[in-house]
């Protein structure tokens, strides 16, 4: 379980955020959603270490949680970036052992195998030996998907997931989360589309800008 509790951020002399309060219950989808500028993706960057907050709480687990230092030790959360993020140079099977390689999580051969099973599960079997280039929008978000969950965490986190797709994979995308709540995942999802939301979220937190 993760809560936030009365968090609050200040960039460059303007607030961003202000007691902002939520929980997520193991194996929930909590959506966050709200208009440009209300913080959203700021407060995604919280929530998975990238970013530093200046007042409030988070525990994970009933834990003080310090998600820019404890999650960089612990990788308990994960990210999907709007932007995917792959490496170019690498087939889509190097991108997802990338990181369990790096961080000795795995040996090669293990993170290969890990790779290989994870791509099979998200329907990128044929796509493992291609490139970035090489993929369209949702084999790409896949193969983020994919390298995220490589890393073993406890919670995913994604960054506006459909933005950068066609609406036509919208229910894909859709699919593809509901999945992966019925192993038992639990996710966060920063998303302007109401309708994706409607479909994924067991709650939903809503962001208005600050005045």
Request: hydrophobic share 40%; net charge negative.
């Amino acid at each position: 379980m993760l809560t936030l509790t009365n968090i609050g951020k200040t960039i460059a002399g303007r607030q961003i955020l202000k007691d902002v309060s939520l929980t997520v219950n193991d194996g929930e989808t909590l959506c966050i959603v709200g208009p440009s500028g209300a913080g959203k993706t700021t407060l995604l960057r919280i929530i998975t270490g990238l970013a530093d907050f200046d007042q409030g709480q988070i525990q994970l687990n009933q834990q003080d949680f310090q998600p820019s230092r404890d999650n960089l030790q612990q990788g308990v959360i994960g990210v999907v970036f709007q932007d995917f993020r792959l490496f170019p140079h690498l087939t889509t099977l190097e991108n997802v052992m990338l990181a369990p390689k790096l961080t000795g999580l795995l040996s090669a051969d293990d993170a290969q195998k890990q790779a290989t099973a994870l791509l099979t599960q998200l329907g990128l079997a044929q796509q493992a030996e291609q490139y970035p280039f090489q993929l369209s929008g949702g084999q790409k978000q896949r193969v983020s998907i994919a390298r995220a969950l490589a890393l073993k965490p406890q919670i995913l986190c994604y960054d506006e997931p459909t933005s950068a797709l066609d609406p036509n994979l919208r229910d894909s995308v859709s699919h593809l989360l509901l999945q992966l709540k019925q192993t038992g995942m639990t996710q966060i999802v920063v998303t302007h589309d109401l309708t994706f939301a409607e479909q994924i979220a067991d709650q939903t937190y809503h962001l208005a800008p600050l005045q």
